[in-house]
């Protein structure tokens, strides 16, 4: 694909990261003596094709990837090809070039401070390197939380070699980024909750899930059959501090529907197996209320209460009825209060992960926002 230009014009930033990319990968090989000449004429020979195409970032960093690759010739005391010299010694003495060059080498951190070898720990992926290219402070891993880790052998927190990186200056410095605090001139930006959590699940490490803010809402689902309404609310449980959520089937987690929504969120909620019949359900409510609980059903009932002016009990189980039919008649007796959402539209009724996902942050807002003084951020 480098040596086809059908191509270029719909790929221009991905060829610019694989000249990055193809630069330290062969670094690497050196290092580790583990290069051979043949790669490395063919390397350059691919990159090259690239130093004279009109897209000036294409260019620019193929120029930078021949330039700094070809001293491993001298280092591994192999003649440079005569053409890669020729090209090389054009570039470093031509006044564009040089003016390139300065910019992409000097001033570009993948090229002039990142170090695939000694640079690429925990430490400098998670915080060194997103500090350098403008990342908000909030959506950055803090050293504290970097250094509780307890990775595999092969992933260091710490390299030894600590990347002390300048914040860039100026925008031309900024090779990937716009500078945060000058588009906060003109625009509102959308900022995402960065789930460190998950990334961190496939590297081997294991959060304390203690840790984590919950309460103590219990979400009773056996009644929902749909896989994607279910995935839906366990990803709205784990974000809102759900304690536990009760399926029917504990095999539900496995459900191609249930994880396409659920993004990982039964890793970090715990789930509770009764399956729906009418007596282990009862049994199941006279359980929870023995133990403190009191039983909250989503649904318009001729005594229900609208969930404006109800107080959830901190100790709360959220019972939610059928996709279709709402809660059965025979479980409507053994429910302490029903709560109903107050609508204005002519449909009679919300989809059940909605309705649910509503009470749920009701719930939270009651009892976790406002006893730990949390400040809300927009999902």
Same mark, same amino acid.
């Given at each position: 694909?480098?040596?086809?230009?059908?191509?270029?014009?719909?790929?221009?930033?991905?060829?610019?990261?694989?000249?990055?990319?193809? /630069?330290?990968?062969?670094? /690497?090989?050196?290092?580790?003596?583990?290069?051979?000449?043949?790669?490395? +004429?063919?390397?350059?020979?691919? =990159?090259?094709?690239?130093?004279?195409?009109?897209?000036?970032?294409?260019?620019?960093?193929? %120029?930078?990837?021949? =330039?700094?690759?070809?001293?491993? /010739?001298?280092? $591994?005391?192999?003649?440079?090809?005569?053409?890669?010299?020729?090209?090389?010694?054009?570039?470093?003495?031509?006044?564009? /070039?040089?003016?390139?060059?300065?910019?992409?080498?000097?001033?570009?951190?993948?090229?002039?401070?990142?170090?695939? &070898?000694?640079?690429?720990?925990?430490?400098?992926?998670?915080?060194?390197?997103?500090?350098?290219?403008?990342?908000?402070?909030?959506? %950055?891993?803090?050293?504290?939380?970097?250094?509780?880790? $307890?990775?595999?052998?092969?992933?260091?927190?710490?390299?030894?070699?600590?990347?002390?990186?300048?914040?860039?200056?100026?925008?031309?410095?900024?090779?990937?980024? &716009?500078?945060?605090?000058?588009?906060?001139?003109?625009?509102?930006?959308?900022?995402?909750?960065?789930?460190?959590?998950?990334?961190?699940?496939?590297?081997?490490?294991?959060?304390?899930?203690? @840790?984590?803010?919950?309460?103590?809402?219990?979400?009773?689902?056996?009644?929902? @059959?749909?896989?994607?309404?279910?995935?839906?609310?366990?990803?709205?449980?784990? &974000? !809102?501090? *759900?304690?536990?959520? *009760?399926?029917?089937?504990?095999? *539900?987690?496995?459900?191609?529907?249930?994880?396409?929504?659920?993004?990982?969120?039964?890793?970090? &909620? +715990? !789930?509770?197996?009764?399956?729906?019949?009418?007596?282990?359900?009862?049994?199941?409510?006279?359980?929870?209320?023995?133990?403190?609980?009191?039983? =909250?059903?989503?649904?318009?009932? @001729?005594?229900?209460?609208?969930?404006?002016?109800?107080?959830?009990?901190?100790?709360?189980?959220? =019972?939610?009825?059928?996709?279709?039919?709402?809660?059965?008649?025979?479980?409507?007796?053994?429910? +302490?209060?029903?709560?109903?959402?107050?609508?204005?539209?002519?449909?009679?009724?919300?989809?059940?992960? *909605?309705?649910?996902?509503?009470?749920?942050?009701?719930?939270?807002?009651?009892?976790?926002?406002? +006893?730990?003084?949390?400040?809300?951020?927009? %999902?």
């Amino acid at each position: 694909m480098m040596g086809s230009s059908r191509t270029v014009s719909n790929s221009n930033a991905f060829l610019s990261a694989l000249f990055s990319i193809l /630069y330290h990968h062969m670094m /690497y090989l050196n290092t580790k003596k583990q290069i051979t000449k043949p790669l490395l +004429d063919e390397t350059l020979q691919k =990159v090259s094709v690239w130093t004279s195409t009109n897209n000036h970032n294409v260019r620019s960093f193929a %120029c930078c990837c021949l =330039v700094l690759l070809s001293p491993v /010739y001298d280092q $591994n005391n192999w003649d440079l090809p005569q053409f890669y010299q020729v090209q090389v010694d054009f570039i470093r003495e031509s006044c564009d /070039y040089s003016k390139l060059l300065s910019k992409h080498i000097d001033k570009n951190v993948y090229f002039s401070k990142f170090n695939i &070898i000694t640079d690429l720990c925990l430490f400098n992926i998670f915080y060194s390197l997103p500090q350098q290219f403008n990342v908000l402070e909030n959506e %950055c891993v803090t050293r504290r939380e970097i250094e509780s880790f $307890n990775p595999r052998s092969d992933y260091p927190v710490f390299s030894g070699h600590f990347m002390e990186l300048p914040k860039p200056e100026s925008r031309e410095q900024c090779d990937f980024t &716009i500078r945060f605090k000058d588009l906060t001139e003109f625009t509102s930006l959308q900022k995402k909750i960065t789930p460190w959590q998950i990334m961190a699940t496939h590297l081997g490490i294991e959060f304390d899930r203690g @840790s984590t803010i919950k309460g103590e809402l219990v979400v009773f689902a056996s009644l929902i @059959s749909k896989g994607n309404n279910l995935g839906g609310l366990s990803r709205t449980g784990e &974000i !809102f501090g *759900v304690k536990t959520m *009760v399926v029917n089937n504990l095999e *539900v987690l496995n459900n191609k529907d249930f994880k396409s929504l659920s993004m990982t969120s039964e890793k970090w &909620i +715990d !789930f509770e197996e009764v399956p729906y019949d009418t007596a282990p359900t009862v049994e199941y409510f006279k359980k929870m209320k023995r133990l403190g609980y009191t039983i =909250v059903g989503v649904e318009q009932a @001729s005594d229900s209460v609208s969930l404006d002016k109800f107080q959830f009990p901190r100790m709360s189980v959220l =019972v939610l009825g059928r996709e279709r039919d709402g809660i059965p008649v025979e479980l409507l007796s053994h429910l +302490d209060v029903c709560v109903e959402i107050p609508q204005l539209g002519l449909i009679r009724s919300l989809n059940v992960h *909605v309705s649910a996902s509503i009470m749920i942050w009701e719930y939270s807002k009651q009892h976790l926002f406002a +006893d730990k003084n949390l400040k809300t951020e927009g %999902c």
